[in-house]
Every structure is written in C-alpha cells, then in structure tokens.
C-alpha cells in the first residue's frame, strides 16, 4: 500500500481540479469467464478521474518491480485510460529510464 499512498501524496501538489475522485486497487477482468471463475485477468493500483480525465496507475515501490514494462502497456492499450501512469518510489536511474521508454514506445507515445 506504500506505494499508493506515495502516488497519492505526489499527486496532491498538483493544482486542483473542479472534481477528484481515486479508487485502488480494482481487479479487472476482461471477459465474462475469467469474472466467473473469480480470476481477475489483472489488478490496477490506482483509478483517478479527474475532471472527466480517466488517469490509471500501476505503482511500484522500484525499479525493480517495474520489469515488464511491455506487458503493462499491453493492459493499459486494452483499458484505453486518457492517461497511462507508471510511478516508481525510486530516483530516476538509467534502467529506469529505459522501462518507461519502452513503455512509451508501446503504447505508441513520447
């Protein structure tokens, strides 16, 4: 749950909005089988809406735990967020980088 609490703490500086609600962690189950079979296909960590804007989040507590960066944006590609967020409780380091570039590039972003 660390990490969440981080994410939410970062994510309290930021200007306020007309609306804020957060939900977390939410299992997802993409079809009607894996729902009824109780396995979810994944978990999100963290749901924001903001103002309209659908943000989802999967934090991390390091890099480490972030090292399938091409199957996380598989799943955000599937759940199509306005924002795919990725936050890691770790200073920016070179393999980092390279994660969130991969995840990036997978999703067809910048």
Known sequence: MTPLF????RY???PMSQSLWFEGPLCIYLDADAYHQGQATT????TI??????IMCEAKRSARAF???EKAAQIFAQLRPDVALI???EAP???LQTR????????GGN
């Open 67 to 69: 090292r399938e960066p």
């Open 12 to 14: 309290q500086q930021e």
């Open 43 to 46: 978990d999100i960590d963290l």
């Open 93 to 95: 380091s070179l393999a």
């Open 6 to 9: 981080w994410v939410l703490g």
């Open 87 to 89: 936050a890691v409780m």
């Open 49 to 54: 809406v903001q103002d309209g804007k659908v």
């Open 100 to 107: 969130f570039d991969t995840f990036c590039s997978c999703l």
